[in-house]
């Protein structure tokens, strides 16, 4: 089918709730997707940060098969072992705790905000500070967590109790507190709110009012987690865990999960018949991500995360030097890297595609740059090459 004929289904049977550019993704591999035309591309914002793994990873695609053909799905009121098998996978990489499976960042999210409601109810505290900028999902509930004007808009009245703080402030956070507070939710480096990186001094200031104060401390890993950050999870950059994580994105390698990985503590707050989902966790998608863990284990993948982002960084680094009048500031965690422009961004992101990059530019002026964790060098000096182009015309 030609990009036109896609694009016209698109505009008389699907909900035009995207801002889509005109281009079909036919087909991909690793860092590489091919349109429909067959015209190819480096992809450094793979499906939003999905596929951390690179596209069709291996593993992912050879876990996927396997498991279609044996069992694709079991609701919840039975056992299945691989259910059991990553939430052991995932707690072995995190802290002593258990695990919930979830569909979606949104749902991980909304999730750990019941958990911490349940865990204060009886003491009537219900309140959750979220950040100022933050994204946390497009539920209900999260869009209320959010704190972002933009996605509320039109859907009022929104649930009650959630509270934004200035990202960053530790006085304003503490301010905020009160004796309705049971939780706290961000995420450590705000990735849609435009790659802002949290400082270990707040973070770790953060643990500690939670600890004083009894507050469930929620970290949202949705975009962070699995090895993006030159860590399996980005608090573990900080040294400081939380008391609750949560995972979507690139857990699943492609396939639509999410997890909510509770501590010690807080593990057995929701009970039999408190939360629940159909689909959470069934065997396909549970394959899928003991792929996904696979190929980060025994590919290196966090330590080639490092080495590259290192890499891009510094050619990045050159770029800024050369072309300081358009890039004010770049902010980065290995593979997760935001070039703040003088300029809107938005020209530059479009002009990338055509040169056969794909990035995205967030908050308006933001390229955020984010390639799968088997991104090779020779991939980043061709993207390199091509924003040095993009830079140089505009120039
Ligand atoms: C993408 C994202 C979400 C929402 O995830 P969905 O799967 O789209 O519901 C929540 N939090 C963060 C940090 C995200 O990046």
Known sequence: MSTKDVMK??????????????????KAKGSIVEDAGGKKYLDFFPGWA?????????????????QAQNLIHVSNNYYSELQGTLAKKIIEHSFPGKV???NSGAEANEGACKLARKYGHEKDRFEIITMQNSFHGRTLAMIAATGQDKVKTGFKPLPRGFVHVPFGDINALTQAIS???IAIMLELIQCEGGINIASRDYITKIRKI???????????????????TGAMFCYQNYGVEPDVMTLAKSLGGGVPIGAIVANSKFQNVL???????????????????????????EGNLIINAVAQGEYLLKQLKVLKQKYSTLIKEIRAMALIIGVELGIEGDGIYKKCMEEGLLINCTQKNVLRIMPALTVTKKEIDKAIAIL????????
């Open 9 to 26: 289904l698109y505009d008389e049977y699907v909900m035009q709730t995207y801002t889509r550019v005109p281009f079909v993704i036919a």
């Open 100 to 102: 919930f499976f979830a």
């Open 179 to 181: 004796e309705k507070t």
């Open 271 to 297: 009970t039999p018949g408190t939360h629940a989902s159909t689909f959470g966790g069934g065997p396909l998608v549970s394959a899928a991500a003991l792929g996904v863990f696979e190929a980060i284990e």
């Open 50 to 66: 999905v596929s951390g793994v690179g596209h069709c990873n291996d593993r992912v695609v050879k876990a996927i098969c396997k």
């Open 388 to 395: 040095e182009k993009i830079f140089g015309a505009i120039l």
């Open 210 to 228: 939670c600890n004083e104060k009894d507050i469930v401390l929620i970290f949202d890993e949705v975009q962070t987690g699995m090895g993006r």
